[in-house]
């Protein structure tokens, strides 16, 4: 079991940043794979980055590449999501995730975990 708890959202104007925090405890070893995911209100959940745990390689949507920025730090089992230039298309309730991805790290399937979520907020 991995237990995934999100901190870190807010309410923020345009252009402003957060950071967002997962911190995960458990047995993470059985996860090679952090994502993660947002959701707006009445749409679906969607993909938004993943970080391989093991080799640290990252990926991005192309809705949040060259302003989101996806990092870990082993030794706390915490995953980071820095969050620049937000834009209020943005505003979603944030969730992490832990999986083994192979290379299906966009799936929501290929996740296991999931943490409660926070929301953010960003107004115009």
């Known amino acids: 079991q991995v237990q995934l708890v999100e901190s870190g959202g807010g309410s923020v104007q345009a252009g402003g940043s957060l950071r967002l925090s997962c911190a995960a405890s458990?047995?993470?070893?059985?996860?090679?794979?952090m994502g993660w995911f947002r959701q707006a209100p009445g749409k679906t959940r969607e993909w938004v980055t993943t970080i391989y745990t093991r080799g640290g390689n990252t990926y991005y949507a192309d809705s949040v590449k060259g302003r989101f920025t996806v990092s870990q730090d082993n030794a706390k089992n915490t995953v980071y999501l820095q969050m620049n230039s937000l834009k209020p298309e943005d505003t979603a309730m944030y969730y992490c995730?832990?999986?083994?991805?192979?290379?299906?790290?966009?799936?929501?399937?290929?996740?296991?975990?999931w943490g409660q979520g926070t929301q953010v907020t960003v107004s115009s």
């Open positions: 995730a832990a999986g083994s991805c192979d290379r299906e790290f966009s799936r929501e399937s290929r996740y296991t975990y």
């Open positions: 458990g047995y993470t070893d059985s996860s090679n794979c």
